[in-house]
Structures are given as C-alpha cells and as structure tokens.
C-alpha cells in the first residue's frame, strides 16, 4: 500500500489518497458545510489564522481549511501523481 501525501501549506500534508474535493470557500453551501462540520467537530483549520482559500473535502468527511489557493493544492497533488508513476 502506497501511501502519497500533499503539503496543504505551512507543513501540514494530508493523504492525498483521502481527498474528494478541492473548493474555493467563497458561496454559501461551502460555508454551510465548514460550519456544519465545526458543529460535528470534523474541521481541521490549517489555516494557522490565515485567511482560508481552499477547502478540502476528505472521504471521512473531515473538512480541511487551508490558506493555500485551491489550484496550488491542486497541481501539488498532480505533480506528485507523476513522480510516484515515474
């Protein structure tokens, strides 16, 4: 079993193997879903008191914030998928 991992900014990397989704946090249903998560206790906040730019939506239902753009997390996550099949 390999494990890859993504950096999601400021040292934090979450299994990438994990992730569903990468979203912006700007409309109202992701702002409803981070908030419900921060109700049922499944948020992580990477954000280190940064302003959240992307939202990572994992299998186990957590809701990851992080202060990374959306479309960084996500060429980290592609790059990482073509040195692993190299």
């Given at each position: 079993?390999?494990?890859k991992?993504v950096?999601?900014g400021?040292?934090?990397i979450?299994a990438a ?5 990468i979203?912006s ?13 921060r109700?049922k206790?499944?948020?992580?906040d990477?954000t280190y ?7 990572i939506?994992?299998d186990?239902?957590h809701?990851i ?14 790059s990482?998928?073509?040195t692993?099949?190299e």
């Amino acid at each position: 079993m390999d494990i890859k991992l993504v950096n999601i900014g400021f040292g934090n990397i979450v299994a990438a193997n994990r992730i569903i989704a990468i979203i912006s946090p700007e409309s109202a249903p992701i702002k409803r879903i981070i908030q419900e998560a921060r109700e049922k206790g499944m948020l992580i906040d990477a954000t280190y008191g940064r302003r959240t730019r992307a939202v990572i939506i994992s299998d186990s239902a957590h809701v990851i914030l992080s202060a990374v753009q959306p479309e960084t997390v996500a060429n980290r996550l592609a790059s990482k998928d073509i040195t692993d099949e190299e």
